[in-house]
């Protein structure tokens, strides 16, 4: 499970600590995941970004929590998207209304768009 540590770690770090701890090489994990090696070196790295079906097979290799992982993974898409935001606390905050918003209205089974 991801502790607040490994949250506040970057995605890529924290798949290459997760596959060190596995004692896994690079190479075997890639080959796991039917990944090129230099792709997965660039997402431990931080070069390249995972898309989510990728973070699901990280977590099924890595016997991890897939709702972790990806919950990991996405927070580091929103602070991608938002670190060169001046209003980026407004925005969050605008953002978790719309989502609360949402979850009320999927309660009554109404389907909401933005």
């Known amino acids: 499970m991801t502790s607040l540590n490994n949250s506040i770690m970057e995605f ?3 798949i290459r600590s ?4 596995h004692n896994l090489l690079l190479r075997e994990m890639a080959a796991n995941l039917n990944m090129d090696v230099a792709y997965l070196s660039k997402i431990e790295r931080g070069i390249r970004i995972a898309r ?3 973070v699901v097979a990280f977590a099924k290799t890595l016997k991890e929590d897939e709702n972790e992982l990806i919950k990991l993974w996405m927070s580091e898409q929103i602070v991608l998207m938002l670190k060169n935001e001046k209003e980026r606390t407004e925005i969050l905050k ?4 719309k989502i609360s918003k949402i979850d009320e209205l999927s309660l009554l089974n109404i389907d909401v768009t933005f």
């Open 18 to 21: 997760l596959r060190e701890k």
């Open 52 to 54: 989510r079906e990728q």
């Open 94 to 97: 605008i953002a978790e209304e």
């Open 12 to 14: 890529g770090e924290y």
